[in-house]
């Protein structure tokens, strides 16, 4: 009973609420980073903000399914949008680096070459590019059954941008390392699913 009057409340909810809710977090980072709230480092803070924010819209949209097999509660009809806000979050942090960071766009490449956590995170950036640009209507119906194949690389890119972080963190971190294992884990939860649709092939 309970879930059903959350799932019957949760319909009443637009999902254009994300989109003003979700970029809230950004955008106060980004003001303590201008009036010197974010450390004596404030660029480096600024970068690792966004980069948790889009592991924390990543996990969360990953987790939408396995919510809704296991406990009934239905999100599906938002996960378009966090997937949306988690691109949105990832390019903040990748033009952060850029623009504040590496001051240089003739020296992205030779930094990507150079160092094996800046590989790792570029990787994950651009398998995201393809979801964010085929997440409207359109796209769903133009590409048919190839969408959720395509939209499956979240995973992929999920599992690069934790790696990501393990890379970047100096020492033992416990943190990177418990987002690494919840991605797993729901990737863990889509096998028999997987499974039963390469049966079926």
Same mark, same amino acid.
């Given at each position: 009973?309970?879930?059903?009057?959350?799932?019957?409340?949760?319909?009443?909810?637009?999902?254009?609420?994300?989109?003003?809710?979700?970029?809230?977090?950004?955008?106060?980072?980004?003001?303590?980073?201008?009036?010197?709230?974010?450390?004596?480092?404030?660029?480096?803070?600024?970068?690792?903000?966004?980069?948790?924010?889009? =592991?924390?819209? &990543? +996990?969360?949209?990953?987790? $939408?399914?396995?919510? !809704?097999?296991?406990?009934? *509660?239905?999100?599906?009809?938002?996960?378009?949008?966090?997937?949306?806000?988690?691109?949105?979050?990832?390019?903040?942090?990748?033009?952060?680096?850029?623009?504040?960071?590496?001051?240089?766009?003739?020296?992205?490449?030779?930094?990507?070459?150079?160092?094996?956590?800046?590989?790792?995170?570029?990787?994950?950036?651009?398998?995201?590019?393809?979801?964010?640009?085929?997440?409207?209507?359109?796209?769903?119906?133009?590409?048919?059954?190839?969408?959720?194949? =395509?939209?499956? &690389? +979240?995973?992929?890119?999920? $599992?690069?941008?934790? !790696?990501?972080?393990?890379? *970047?963190?100096?020492?033992?971190?416990?943190?990177?390392?418990?987002?690494?294992?919840?991605?797993?884990?729901?990737?863990?939860?889509?096998?028999?699913?997987?499974?039963?649709?390469?049966?079926?092939?």
């Amino acid at each position: 009973m309970i879930v059903r009057a959350l799932n019957s409340g949760l319909r009443k909810v637009p999902v254009w609420v994300i989109y003003i809710f979700l970029p809230v977090p950004g955008v106060v980072t980004f003001y303590l980073g201008l009036t010197g709230g974010l450390g004596a480092e404030p660029i480096k803070a600024l970068e690792q903000a966004l980069g948790e924010f889009t =592991l924390n819209l &990543l +996990v969360l949209g990953l987790s $939408i399914s396995p919510i !809704l097999r296991f406990t009934g *509660l239905n999100l599906l009809r938002f996960r378009r949008a966090v997937g949306v806000m988690a691109f949105t979050y990832v390019t903040a942090h990748f033009l952060t680096w850029l623009i504040l960071d590496l001051q240089s766009a003739n020296q992205i490449f030779a930094d990507i070459k150079k160092r094996p956590y800046v590989t790792v995170g570029f990787l994950g950036f651009l398998l995201l590019v393809p979801l964010a640009v085929t997440s409207n209507n359109w796209a769903v119906r133009s590409l048919g059954r190839f969408w959720p194949k =395509l939209h499956s &690389l +979240v995973y992929v890119a999920a $599992i690069l941008g934790s !790696l990501h972080y393990i890379m *970047l963190t100096k020492g033992f971190q416990l943190e990177p390392l418990i987002y690494m294992a919840v991605i797993i884990a729901f990737i863990a939860a889509r096998m028999p699913k997987w499974r039963r649709s390469l049966a079926r092939k």
